[in-house]
């Protein structure tokens, strides 16, 4: 859309309102750049935490810029978790305690929003070197709210267990994205009719020169869906710098790791790639909920794709002492992975019966889904689960799925609670 001399709807005004906006939040980042060093995570005064699983001890960390009292997993490059009940607050989980994962060391400290570039290039009929100004002012703002979830979120919980970062539940957030569908910037470089895929990196490097460069690709068709999105605001607020400012790659439904963060090269391939990122890691079992037996051979891997409904209690813990005689508010989230949420079942007996919980606002089919119930507490212990439907009939499953990189856990959850 122009911005100029012609009447405008409220509808359009408001669209250039909103990218007026966003555009100098982002510019004015670039004063803030000093601010935005990587400080070291370390300090002798920290609080610690201990997740529930073997060396789950932890720091909580205020070290990173943007960032406040976030669980470290590792300094460089950074893997900070959510904090568990951060997510009883809300839908949207704030910028300052969204989780953070890189996989290299050499992530940007900061970019400079007047000479950054997007390169889009490839098997296209114009190769395009697009400004933020360009991406943002001359491009209709887009937005939904979706969550990003990696796809070892959890892996803390794998018996047995598996190598990889050991995260507890928190390596996951839901966030309102605003930005550019990703097809209105292919075809204005105009992908050629023998595209098949679309690969992205950004602007972090390997640490040594021998590692792969991190890179992940969509099928073209997916790519062009008009969802996968650009994106240049969280929350109405520029990107985190560790959350991939100043643009990254959404791709709603999908785990995290094609997400790309700090985007700064679209390339479109004639050929499949084969790259270490998409044909070594972040491959599952081909077998159903990318489940195995440790020791299983004689499948074939695929590259990790759609999400898998999760649900969560988010305001009783294990441990947690109820008063007995009298009805307990229970209350979490949910998301139907690649589909909105049909329902949440809620059981106070470990599973021998459930009933259906009260749905919240819907927030669109790929956001967090608020969920609220009671239960009569007597006197003792109490298993409560929590089971989420999505809208294709997809329900979590009773026991957990095993993979040897910790992919996809999404097992009914248990949480045990005392009456007294
Ligand atoms: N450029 C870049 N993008 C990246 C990664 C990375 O290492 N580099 N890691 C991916 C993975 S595996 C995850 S889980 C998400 C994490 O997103 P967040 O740090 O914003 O929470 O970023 C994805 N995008
Ligand atoms: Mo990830």
Known sequence: MEDGNMQMTPEQQQATDLQRRSFMKVASMLGSAG????????????????????????????????????????????????PFDVFNHGVLTPNDRYFVRWHYAAIPTHVDVNTFRLRVHGAVSKTLDLSLNDIIRNHKPHEFIAVN????????????????GEWANGAMGCSRWTGVPLRDILNKAGVKSDALQIRFHGLDKTTLAESPRFMKSLDVGHAMDGEVMVAYAMNGEPLPLLNGFPIRLIVPGWYATYWVKSLDSIEVLTAPDTNFWMKVAYTIPDTPRANITPGQTGFKMIPINRMVPRSFITNLHNGTHVRAGHPVEVRGIAFGGDQGVAKVLFSDNGGQSWHETRLEHDYGRYAFRRWHTSFKATRGAHTLMVKCVNTKGLAQPMTPNWNPAGFMRNVVETTRVVGA
């Open 35 to 82: 601010a935005l060093s990587m400080a070291g995570a370390g300090s002798a005064l920290a609080s610690m935490v201990t997740l529930p699983f073997a060396n789950g001890r932890r720091q909580i960390t205020n070290s990173y810029p943007q960032k406040k009292d976030m669980i470290l997993m590792r300094e460089r490059g950074p893997l900070l978790e959510t």
């Open 149 to 164: 979830q990696c796809s070892g979120n959890s892996r803390g919980f794998f018996t047995p267990r598996v190598a990889g």
